[in-house]
């Protein structure tokens, strides 16, 4: 059962939806935003033929990109505006092959500190199994965020 979004959580979200439409990367792969909050992001991962490998399930750099992506954004919601961020880190533990269907990554701020944000995104396949989770840490420097 999921939550109903306030109505400051549709509107970053929404802000959220247009800015991730000038990424060219992610028009590429494929990846589109569910919701966005306070320290948290959902992302999903509709699987084409374009996203698997040699053997028919998901490509882990597709899914790492995916972690990456949704952390990032998730990181975002925690920063001051002005401050940009870099993924200075990234760890991720492939669970279960994703062999298609619509996949869900869903990223949480783990800590926040001054010059850097810790996070963590789980990737789940179709059913709901836990297929990838990953550990991120992002760098934060002056520059621009998601939010105007």
Do not use: W
Not at 32 to 41: I, N, Q
Not at 94 to 109: H, I, M, S, T
Not at 130 to 142: E, I, R, V
């Amino acid at each position: 059962m999921s939550r109903k979004m306030t109505a400051e959580e549709k509107h970053v979200t929404e802000l959220v939806r247009r800015r991730m439409k000038e990424s060219k990367s992610s028009e590429l792969l494929g990846f589109d935003v569910e919701s966005v909050h306070d320290g948290r992001a959902i992302f999903r991962l509709d699987v084409r033929p374009r996203h698997k490998q040699i053997h028919g399930v998901v490509h882990g750099g597709i899914l790492a990109a995916l972690a990456d992506t949704t952390a990032a954004i998730a990181a975002y919601t925690v920063i001051p505006k002005g401050v940009e961020i870099a993924t200075l880190e990234l760890k991720i533990n492939y669970l279960e092959p994703v062999p298609g269907g619509r996949v869900k990554a869903d990223a949480r701020v783990l800590r926040k500190g001054r010059n850097f944000i810790v996070t963590e995104c789980e990737i789940f396949n179709e059913t709901g199994t836990l297929a990838a989770k990953a550990l991120l840490t992002f760098s934060a420097a002056g520059g621009n965020t998601l939010r105007k």
